[in-house]
């Protein structure tokens, strides 16, 4: 028996607001929603563009081409976020069960894709292309803004993994338009 598109769609949604409730459910620690909560905060845009002014600064001529990348990556990347946001209209995962607030507010009403994560992840790619030993830090820093998304209730699992694959997809292509 086929299931209709629409009958997919209904339990694709289901199984990942159940997967963010078990995420939500097995990191509800004070300690550990605190430090998503900093983590997401970090990853509002403060540690890129501190980032950026210190590749500026201290980077040379490497540092300022990186700068320049994650530039033009942010724009590009926040002109397919917002298309895509304004296209799926998809409610945040605490918006269709008030049980997942969190202590960290929405940027906007629309949970797909993840913001932070597309950034995090262009933006990390781009310096580690640069700067192959910031990957040490950047990697695990990139991984908790992600993880925080969902820890927070801000997004479900497939906003972030989407998100992921987006990110990637323009870091990759800004380093092709870049050389």
């Known amino acids: 028996m086929l299931l209709s598109i629409r009958r997919l769609s209904e339990l694709f949604c289901a199984s990942d607001l159940k997967l963010t409730r078990r995420v939500r459910r097995y990191s509800d620690q004070r300690l550990t929603l605190a430090f998503f909560a900093l983590v997401s905060r970090l990853g509002d845009g ?16 490497t ?28 409610p945040r995962p605490l918006a269709v069960d008030h049980a997942l607030g969190t202590r960290v507010a929405p940027l906007d009403e629309f949970s797909f894709p993840s913001g932070h994560t597309l950034h995090a992840v262009g933006f990390t790619l781009v310096v580690t292309q640069h700067f192959p030993e910031s990957g040490l830090l950047l990697w695990p820093l990139c991984a908790c803004i992600a993880m925080s998304r969902v820890v927070l209730g801000l997004h479900y699992p497939s906003d972030v993994l989407a998100a992921i694959g987006l990110g990637w997809v323009l870091g990759e292509g800004s380093a092709r338009l870049m050389l």
């Open 46 to 61: 403060i540690v890129w563009y501190l980032l950026m002014l210190l590749l500026l600064l201290f980077g040379g001529e």
């Open 63 to 90: 540092g300022q081409r990186a700068t320049l990348q994650m530039a033009l990556l942010g724009i590009l990347s926040l002109l397919v976020y917002k298309a895509l946001k304004r296209l799926s209209k998809r």
